[in-house]
C-alpha cells in the first residue's frame, strides 16, 4: 500500500512539473512612464489608448490581476518604443494594437530561446 502511495505521489509530482514547463506564457507589453508619450505621438491607434501613462498603467496592472487570477501565466514585457518603431517599419506594418501584441509576443519567444531580457 505505502508503495502504491508513493509511486502516485510520483507521478502526481512529475506531471504537475510537467504542466508547468510547457504551460503557455502571455505576454503584457509594459511601457516605462518616460516612454508613453512617445508612444502616443507613434500609434496609429491613439484614440484607442490612455491619455495618460497613470490611467494606463492602472487598467493595466487590473488587467494583469485578472488574467493570474484566472489562471493565465502572464507576465510583463517592457517595451522600447523607439524598437518596437523599427520592428513595425521592418515588418510594414502600422503601430496599433496588432502590432504591438506581436511584437511584445516576438520578444518574449526571443526571451525563452535565451536571445534577450524582457525586463
Not at 507589453?29 to 490612455?50: K, V
Not at 521592418?90 to 504591438?100: K, L, V
Request: hydrophobic fraction near 40%; charge should be positive; aromatic fraction near 10%.
Amino acid at each position: 500500500m505505502a508503495k502504491r502511495m508513493r509511486q502516485a505521489n510520483t507521478k502526481k509530482k512529475y506531471s504537475s512539473k510537467k504542466s508547468r514547463e510547457t504551460a503557455a506564457i502571455l505576454g503584457i507589453a509594459w511601457y516605462r512612464p518616460e516612454e508613453w508619450p512617445r508612444l502616443l505621438e507613434i500609434a496609429a491607434d491613439r484614440d484607442e489608448l490612455e491619455d495618460t501613462y497613470e490611467e494606463w498603467l492602472k487598467n493595466a496592472e487590473t488587467r494583469l490581476h485578472q488574467m493570474v487570477k484566472a489562471g493565465i501565466n502572464a507576465t510583463r514585457v517592457y517595451i522600447n518604443i523607439d524598437e518596437l518603431q523599427n520592428w513595425c517599419i521592418a515588418q510594414g506594418c502600422p503601430i496599433d494594437a496588432s502590432a504591438r501584441a506581436f511584437f511584445t509576443a516576438e520578444k518574449l519567444r526571443q526571451f525563452h530561446k535565451g536571445g534577450t531580457k524582457i525586463a
